[in-house]
């Protein structure tokens, strides 16, 4: 074991007891995909049928919800009508949906007076939207001096999410928009506030701070067992967009408008995913790479969903331009109209992209950096150039004023999406991919059972959650050692093990080892 992994680790145990995370409900398994990683190669009828119903109880969460997401309605209602404006915030897959809601808000609102008034920042700035920036969220003053960076002011709202309700950067993020506004600000979660308090001490003194509004999500453990990126998010997204896109409507129709959300996905047959799963699973299992083509519609959702699979399943991230000789990430987006990096970027968000120039993250969230991901018209010539042997496929989704289209080889799908607001559409194309995604990664195995076992451990939570899953495996393999020897083996293997390869499983192979 090498000195540097020796003082991470010890780093780490210093301020573990923090990141002990395994009693939260979303870290929990979920009894209803057990054998999910089986039936991704065996039965994926079955498997799609999970998903789905797993998604539709999310929906009736939701509906359970409506008093509460009035009560924000009308706090963005008589925000804006003050004329302050509202800040979204997150981090990962919380400000994924944090920028989807602001990149929503300006399809939908193009004039001049009311666009700006949605402002979204996540952990890392826009670059993170990408690929996750090591470490980032674990800092609360991150969140706090995010926050000042984006022009936040007395009488401004920040609706901040954290699937987890643990997340140091966004309670940063909501603990500085108390100092700054006397408007109260929100703090969206997905566990059961007793449970938050004794497990984590940050938690427990936001939700006992009567100077932030708390709205609880709680819809139970993920599909995948820790994979947040699902019905939490999915949850969380749907409350706050709501609440913003009917600001201006009475209780009546935020009701009524989820109720047909529920309706409609009770109804929907999703089943037609199973051609496009197999087909997409093959492609990767051929040595073939895919190209998600889309729009500035639905790009939003789209790269959110493709590049959430990178931490979740250990895959190559999306590649920058920027680098030598990167590796290729098995997909990638494609937004044919755009001419360059910049106008995709545009195109995406609606806006212009924002960076993070702070010298001591050393151009990690940098706008050079930022414009490396360039998935304009001329991604498919430059992946070519970098890797001439490779054949590259399209996956185009895209949109028209009354659904979906989805195109993968030989195999077409039309979706309507009879919804007049274009948030319920995204959702929609959310948990699609989201149930497409997984069991793509599940025919590759990048998951056992439903434990992410290829999960990259790139921050404190995650390498809690890495230290868990060596545990359990272990434990089913009769072996067991203290949690201060697991992390040292864990850090040990994170320098050895490449990039898209699993650091848990290394490490239990490595203890299996040196333990017979």
């Keep these: 074991m090498t000195d540097n992994a020796v003082k991470r680790a010890d780093k780490f145990l210093s301020i573990a007891d923090q990141f002990k995370l395994g009693r939260l409900v979303t870290e929990q398994p979920h009894p209803a995909t057990n054998n999910l990683s089986s039936l991704a190669a065996d039965n994926l009828p079955e498997a799609i049928s999970i998903l789905k119903e797993l998604d539709r109880q999310t929906i009736e969460v939701l509906s359970e919800k409506k008093k509460q997401i009035c009560y924000l309605k009308n706090i963005i209602h008589d925000t804006i009508k003050s004329g302050n404006n509202i800040y979204f915030c997150g981090c990962g897959a919380t400000g994924r949906l944090s920028l989807t809601i602001e990149t929503l808000w300006r399809q939908v609102n193009s004039k001049d007076n009311i666009k700006d008034r949605v402002f979204s920042f996540m952990a890392g700035g826009d670059v993170a939207l990408i690929r996750s920036i090591e470490n980032f969220e674990d800092f609360p003053n991150y969140g706090a001096r995010q926050i000042h960076e984006a022009g936040f002011k007395d009488g401004v709202l920040l609706i901040g999410s954290s699937e987890g309700g643990e997340t140091p950067f966004v309670i940063g993020a909501v603990e500085e928009a108390v100092q700054i506004s006397n408007n109260k600000p929100f703090f969206l979660y997905c566990n059961p506030d007793d449970l938050l308090c004794e497990v984590a001490e940050r938690s427990r003194l936001v939700i006992e701070n009567p100077g932030i509004e708390k709205i609880n999500l709680t819809v139970g453990p993920m599909a995948v067992t820790g994979s947040t990126r699902m019905q939490a998010s999915t949850i969380l997204l749907a409350a706050a967009g709501i609440a913003l896109f009917y600001y201006n409507e009475n209780d009546k129709s935020i009701e009524e408008a989820i109720d047909h959300f529920y309706e409609y996905w009770d109804s929907l047959d999703i089943q037609f995913i199973e051609r496009f799963i197999v087909q997409e699973s093959q492609y990767y299992k051929d040595g073939d790479y895919l190209l998600y083509e889309t729009d500035g519609q639905l790009g939003i959702t789209v790269i959110t969903d493709t590049t959430e699979r ?189 990039a898209d390869q699993s650091v848990v499983l290394a490490t239990v192979m490595e203890i299996e080892k040196r333990n017979t």
Aim: hydrophobic share 40%.
């Design 310 to 498: 990178s931490p979740t399943f250990s895959l190559f991230p999306f590649e920058n331009a920027n680098e030598t000789d990167p590796d290729l990430s098995l997909c990638y987006l494609f937004m044919p109209d755009a001419l360059d990096s910049e106008r995709a970027w545009e195109n995406l968000l609606g806006r212009t992209a924002r960076t993070i120039e702070w010298p001591e993250i050393d151009g990690i969230a940098s706008r050079e950096q930022l414009i490396g991901f360039d998935f304009s018209a001329k991604v498919i010539n430059r992946r070519k150039l970098l890797y001439k042997s490779i054949r590259q496929h399209r996956f185009k989704i895209q949109s028209d004023q009354e659904g979906i289209n989805f195109i993968l080889g030989n195999y077409r799908h039309y979706l309507p999406a009879p919804f007049t607001v274009p948030l319920f559409s995204h959702l929609i194309l959310k948990m699609i991919l989201n149930s497409l995604s997984t069991l793509v990664m599940g025919r590759l195995r990048r998951y056992e059972s439903n434990v992410m076992t290829y999960v990259r451990a790139s921050n404190n939570k995650l390498i809690d959650r890495a230290i868990r899953y060596v545990d359990l495996i272990l434990k089913n393999k009769n072996i067991e050692l203290p949690f201060n020897t697991l992390a040292h083996y864990l850090y040990e293997m994170i320098e050895r093990t490449p």
